[in-house]
């Protein structure tokens, strides 16, 4: 399955850091923590872009505009957090209802082909870590999934 790790990467949090490069860290070495934990797995990472596909576009007439729509952006998060079909999902209610009232940034770093064994192991040497909202398995029928986790690929553990 395909899992995902989110991190909230607002300045308040992060402060002056690369939240990629602190973040990925952080996995890589709850990774590597666990000596018999074996991972064999295509990985991206990337910022969810839920402000982005939450836009009304009106046309002008020297092009177009995009503005916010509070509204859109709700439901956006909410089929985020509730895709339709049933996922494995540890994310913190605290902290969606968080960003439902102040939007933030989101980081997730994706785990294309891990089990559930795996991916809640991860998540428990994740949990109590600064920012770490939790993690998700990817719902591939989920248009908004398909919008926010089209992400490059960024390193390829064997």
């Known amino acids: 399955m395909k899992i995902a790790f ?9 402060g002056n850091l690369t939240y990629t490069d602190h973040y990925n860290k952080i996995i890589f070495d ?5 000596p018999l934990l074996n991972i064999n797995t295509k990985m991206s990472n990337g910022d969810l872009l839920l402000s982005s596909i939450s836009t009304d576009r009106v046309e002008t007439k020297n092009g177009h505009m995009e503005t916010f729509n509070y509204d859109k ?3 956006n998060v909410n089929k985020w957090v509730n895709p339709g079909n049933p996922v494995l999902s540890k994310i913190s209610v605290v902290a969606i209802d968080e960003l439902k009232v102040r939007p933030y940034s989101v980081y997730a770093f994706v785990m294309e082909s891990v089990d559930s064994e ?3 192991k991860l998540h428990q040497g994740l949990v109590g870590t600064e920012g770490y909202i939790g993690m998700m398995q990817i719902d591939d029928a989920s248009q908004v999934h398909q919008a926010l986790y089209s992400l490059p690929t960024l390193y390829k553990r064997t």
Do not use: K, R, W
């Open 6 to 14: 989110h991190f909230n990467c607002s300045p308040e949090v992060v």
């Open 30 to 34: 709850t990774m590597l923590s666990d």
């Open 73 to 75: 952006y709700i439901d």
């Open 118 to 120: 795996i991916a809640l």
